[in-house]
């Protein structure tokens, strides 16, 4: 259905039956309404995964449109279209949606490493930022060479960092990961590949062994790579898988005996869709937090009120999920982005590259965040022409079978190994795609 603050479209139209909501062509857009579309997945092998996070990031921006009529009077529409989590469809979907409204596209949220990357060479032409949280290019957080994207409150080498510093906590300290064994179990494609080069740094670093092991798409047979780990009998693993892979490993590591709480998933893969369907076997289990986890704060209370008091919400099945959570944040961080532009730029439907200036001038304090109803879910963040990520900080969670539980303090990543990578990373890119950095000191 078309929603009378909120429309989503795909190119054809349909009914999608478990997220509960019709898909239709988008309407005309009026003057003074700002574009944002939205690239998901609520088919397909990684549905389980993906519609929870359409659904937090839909209901925050009906939100935003039911509660204050947008943003200082300019009403959001919001265009979803199907990717499948498939690199050529996300393309498709971008030419299809980066034209629309009468500014075009604010931003896109692609939600897949592997789209990213492939917009990534798109969007400086097209100028229009991409919105990459928790996921992406991990050297995109250099904003002088990566204008355009903006890999916000943390990177997969963030992710593997803040991994072994509480792997080093349970051991007892950095010194006892000498000689341990470590393996990383990861989804063969982008996503996937990303964590290795920082892990491969702290291996020489903090003298561990590292082993990668990959699994091919969906994930569904991994057999053979857990009965491996069987054999080489790790001190811990790694998991950075997505959608059925992540219940796989799971269920594939009880088949082998390998104790749950020495798995440590990324942030991806620490979320309901992760574990229920592993029942019993997924207890002790942990993963990392891309800062929050499940639960409700105050901003779920404006929803219920906002949207779902008018029957207006597509996500109620999964309203404070861990991924529903990170899709209210994503819609978060992109909004308030858009705010940050308009007191430069006006009030008005804002150009990609006038809401990238807002990204880039970002500062989401705690009194701020705790304003948008937020407060427990998410650190401060600030970003700069210089970093674009804004943050560094996780936590790890652990599910006793029934729910997530908190266990540790929030790591902050060691920017000493991390930056360094950064700059060789993104300056390899640089060359090779023939870009000059931009000169941060004159984008004051």
């Known amino acids: 259905m078309l929603r009378k603050t909120l429309a989503f479209a795909t ?9 509960g909501i019709m898909l239709s062509a988008g309407p005309a857009m009026a003057q003074n309404e700002q574009f944002i579309p939205r690239l998901v997945y609520r088919t397909g092998a990684y549905a389980p995964n993906g519609i929870p996070f359409a659904n937090g990031a839909a209901d925050y921006i009906t939100m935003l449109n039911e509660r204050d009529g947008g943003i200082n009077g300019i009403k959001l529409v919001m265009e979803e279209c199907e990717t499948g989590y498939a690199t050529d469809k996300g393309v498709e ?3 299809r ?18 789209i990213t990357f492939a917009l990534t060479e798109k ?3 097209d100028k229009i930022p991409l919105l990459t949280t928790g996921y992406g290019r991990s050297e995109s957080r250099n904003g002088a060479v990566f204008a355009w994207n903006f890999i916000a409150v943390g990177s997969y080498w963030t992710a593997a960092d803040i991994a072994i510093q ?8 950095f010194d006892k990961l000498k000689g341990k064994k470590i393996s ?3 989804h063969d494609s982008p996503y996937g590949k990303e964590p290795i080069a920082a892990l491969e740094v702290r291996a020489k670093l903090n003298g561990f062994n590292f082993k990668a092991i ?17 054999q080489d009998r790790p001190d811990y693993v790694l998991l950075w898988g997505w959608g059925v892979m992540n219940s796989t490993s799971i269920k594939e590591a009880a088949a082998v005996a390998y104790p749950r709480d020495k798995i440590i998933g990324v942030w991806w893969s620490g979320a309901e869709p992760d574990v229920i369907p592993a029942g019993d076997q997924a207890k002790g289990y942990k993963a990392l937090m891309l800062q929050h986890g499940a639960g409700q704060f105050a901003v779920h209370a404006d929803i219920e009120k906002n949207v779902y008091a008018k029957g207006q919400g597509v996500g109620k099945d999964t309203f404070g999920q861990v991924l529903y959570n990170r899709g209210l944040i994503d819609s978060l961080i992109g909004t308030e982005a858009i705010r940050t532009a308009q007191a430069k730029f006006g009030k008005k439907p804002l150009t990609g590259e006038e809401v990238r200036w807002g990204f880039e001038n970002l500062n989401l304090t705690a009194a701020r965040i ?5 407060e427990g879910m998410l650190a401060p963040i600030k970003f700069s022409c210089e970093d674009h990520q804004g943050a560094d900080q996780g936590r790890v969670h652990q599910w006793d079978g029934k729910e997530w539980k908190i266990i540790s303090d929030f790591y902050t990543a060691d920017r000493k190994i991390l930056d360094p990578m950064v700059a060789e990373y993104s300056a390899k890119y640089a060359a090779e795609k023939k870009i000059t950095p931009r000169d941060c000191s004159k984008e004051k």
């Open 93 to 95: 979907c971008y030419e």
């Open 214 to 230: 990959p699994v091919t798409h969906p994930g569904v047979e991994q057999k053979s790579q857990w009965l491996a780990i069987r």
């Open 166 to 173: 509480h792997i080093a906590k349970e051991l007892g300290g």
């Open 370 to 374: 705790k304003e948008l109803g937020f």
């Open 184 to 186: 990383l179990v990861y």
């Open 97 to 114: 949606l980066k034209g629309k409204g009468p500014t075009g596209a604010a931003y896109f949220s692609p939600l897949s490493t592997g």
């Open 11 to 19: 190119a054809a139209s349909a009914v999608l039956s478990g997220a």
């Open 123 to 125: 969007a400086p032409g």
